[in-house]
């Protein structure tokens, strides 16, 4: 059976479930459940603390789990990511008071940094060869670090920058990482877990159901190669005969942020009757 972890607080938990629950896995109706069996889907869900999983993982105890590649990175565990989720998108990145000036890693030798990601942050600094008092480890908030006095630099977890600017703060260098849900496995298995190829494509194909609408279109004959070239699917479009021989009904593909650009090229070709459908489930 497939002993797979999931964060059961802050803000992957709810996401984490979501895209499980749409991916045919049994979920918790009570937030108090720790652990979750799912005999008809052989697996055993496991909830919890998000900084926790990677650390699990890498152990062994559990074979997979669902956690921000920044908490991963920062476990120390030798769990490695192997699924790309595409939710909680966040960077990670240095910040400071403006009038500090400061722009960019190297400017950092002999300042104090609060984080709550101290290897991850150790790591950056090593990287660039830059020396600092230890790093000041927090749990949250760490906004605040500087203006109580026990930093002069964070680094910290920015999505919309609001928490900053309340902070009067100011994100300062290149981004540390690019973080977002990840699946992680155990790095140094020897063969992949009896299981985990089903997990993975089950979430792939959510990722995919998100991520792309079914196009279908009009178009006459002499025109499909133009058509198809701006549409070419993931395998290859389905053409297919209409009553009026000269017209062709074309079906691919497409991706969800793309849909209004590839509409307009498709009837500036000669398309018509373009339209589009979400998709509700999909295996690649
Ligand atoms: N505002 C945010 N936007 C996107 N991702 C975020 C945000 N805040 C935290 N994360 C991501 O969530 C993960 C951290 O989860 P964790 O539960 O430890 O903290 P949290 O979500 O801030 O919850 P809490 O602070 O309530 O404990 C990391 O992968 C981090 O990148
Ligand atoms: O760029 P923003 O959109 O403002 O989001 C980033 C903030 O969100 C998270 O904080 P959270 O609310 O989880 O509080 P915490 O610092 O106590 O973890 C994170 O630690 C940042 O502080
Ligand atoms: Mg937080």
Not at 64 to 84: M, Y
Not at 141 to 155: F, K, M, Y
Not at 249 to 254: E, G, K, N, Y
């Amino acid at each position: 059976m497939l002993r797979i972890a999931v964060p059961n607080k802050g803000s992957l938990a709810e996401p984490a479930s979501a895209m499980l629950r749409e991916a045919g896995y049994k979920q918790r109706r009570d937030t108090r459940e720790l652990v979750l069996a799912d005999p008809t889907n052989d697996v055993e869900f496991f909830f919890l603390r998000p900084r926790d999983i990677a650390v699990y993982v890498g152990a062994g105890t559990v074979h997979a789990g669902i956690t921000g590649r920044d908490l991963l990175l920062d476990s120390g565990s030798t769990a490695v990511e192997h699924l790309p989720l595409g939710f909680a998108r966040s960077t990670f990145r240095f910040a400071a008071p403006p009038a500090d000036g400061l722009t960019g890693v190297g400017d950092l030798g002999g300042r104090r940094i609060a984080t709550s990601y101290p290897i991850l942050v150790a790591q950056h600094l090593a990287d660039h060869g830059v020396t600092t008092p230890p790093i000041v480890r927090l749990d949250g908030a760490v906004e605040t670090a500087i203006q109580l006095g026990v930093a002069d630099v964070i680094a910290d977890v920015v999505e919309t920058g609001s928490t900053l600017r309340a902070a009067g703060l100011e994100v300062f260098g290149n981004p540390i990482l690019r973080s977002e849900a990840v699946l992680v496995r155990a790095g140094d298995a020897e063969t992949l877990p009896p299981g985990l190829d089903v997990l993975t494509r089950r979430l792939q194909g959510v990722l995919v159901a998100q991520q792309y609408v079914l196009m279908d279109y009009d178009v006459p004959n002499a025109l499909v190669e133009q058509a198809v070239a701006i549409t070419p699917g993931l395998e290859s479009p389905t053409v297919s005969p209409l009553h009026n021989s000269e017209w062709s009904a074309v079906r691919a593909m497409v991706r969800q942020d793309e849909t209004n650009r590839v509409m307009d090229a498709l009837y500036d070709v000669g398309a018509r009757a373009i339209l589009v459908t979400q998709i509700h489930a999909c295996r690649l």
